[in-house]
């Protein structure tokens, strides 16, 4: 597990904005290369935005597929430099592509389970972070949130903290109640304010229990802390039009929907409602307001329904 600390400026107008994705698989017949492009604008659109990756960029030599190639060529250390060499160039046509618009929005790229480990020692998704200029987070990952409020006024010249627990995840099973129960594990493992994870496809978000952290020092009493849990889709139709049938396809899984997660965190100035331990602040006390959505795929309008 890798850990990291990143200072963010945030301002009481605008917030801040956490876009999260995961699954692109670009290469496979289900990318949809229109949602990932609306995915970028979206971010672009939205003021003191970032984001993080999940992993599972691109579709050459998923797992499976990886294993059976690289024993047809182990001893074959020219055929496995050939490879390497096409695997490099098609990810140097994917990053121009596809990746160019993040630069500088990266908090940081997750590993997955669809990449390719080079003979260096490093792997496809390292070689993403690095071009990017981003931190490379591995499998899972804990990231510090410092937020930074400049300036005078209420909630300005303080730095807040949030902290998060990301992976790209693995298992989950067909339905969606395999997700929530591999986010609930995250919440139990690590005392955190947000859990993300990605690899099933599956959107979900909510927040699981309302936890009091009681005091080491200081008044006796409690600190309040309420963890998010959220699960990101991805890019890929699991579904094709045609005869090329995707490998979840086949195996039977239920198609998904196309979607993104976004981390909506905002400052707030008010009073502790919540006072039945006689915890109530002697004067309005500061809150970070954290929303988190599924976004992406809308239904079509109809035009005439129910005529």
């Not at 400026?9 to 917030?15: F, H, N, R, T, W």
């Not at 050459?60 to 250390?77: E, H, K, Y």
């Not at 940081?108 to 931190?135: D, F, I, K, V």
Request: hydrophobic letters at 35%; glycine letters at 12%.
């Amino acid at each position: 597990m890798k850990h990291q600390i990143t200072r963010l400026p945030i301002s009481a107008k605008d917030g801040i904005s956490i876009f999260v994705f995961a699954d692109l698989q670009e290469g496979s017949a289900g990318f949809d290369e229109e949602a990932w492009l609306q995915f970028l604008d979206h971010l672009e659109a939205t003021p003191n935005a970032y984001a993080i990756g999940l992993g599972d960029y691109q579709d050459f030599l998923r797992p499976s597929m990886r294993t059976r190639l690289q024993a047809s060529i182990s001893g074959d250390t020219s055929a496995a430099q050939m490879l390497e060499n096409m695997i490099v160039q098609d990810q140097d046509r994917f990053i121009k592509k596809y990746f160019t618009r993040l630069k500088g929005k990266l908090l940081g790229l997750h590993s997955g389970h669809h990449e390719y480990e080079l003979l260096n020692g490093s792997n496809t998704s390292m070689r993403l972070a690095s071009a990017m200029g981003c931190p490379y987070l591995g499998w899972s990952a804990s990231t510090r949130l410092v937020l930074e409020a400049g300036g005078k006024g209420k909630g300005k010249g303080h730095n807040y903290a949030y902290t998060i627990v990301s992976t790209h995840g693995n298992g989950g099973g067909r339905n969606a109640t395999g997700d929530i129960r591999a986010l609930n594990e995250m919440v139990n493992s690590f005392v955190c304010d947000q859990v993300i994870r990605g690899h099933s496809c599956k959107a979900v978000s909510f927040m699981p229990v309302r936890r009091y952290v009681i005091r080491r020092q200081g008044p006796a009493g409690y600190e309040t802390q309420i963890p998010r849990a959220m699960n990101v889709g991805g890019f890929c139709r699991s579904y094709t039009d045609g005869w090329k049938s995707s490998y979840a396809e086949r195996a039977g899984y239920m198609p998904q929907p196309l979607t993104y997660g976004v981390i909506r965190i905002r400052i707030s100035q008010r009073r502790d409602n919540d006072n039945k331990f006689g915890n109530k602040p002697k004067r309005p006390a500061t809150y970070l307001e954290v929303e988190n959505v599924n976004l992406g795929e809308s239904m079509r309008a109809e035009t005439n329904a129910g005529g």
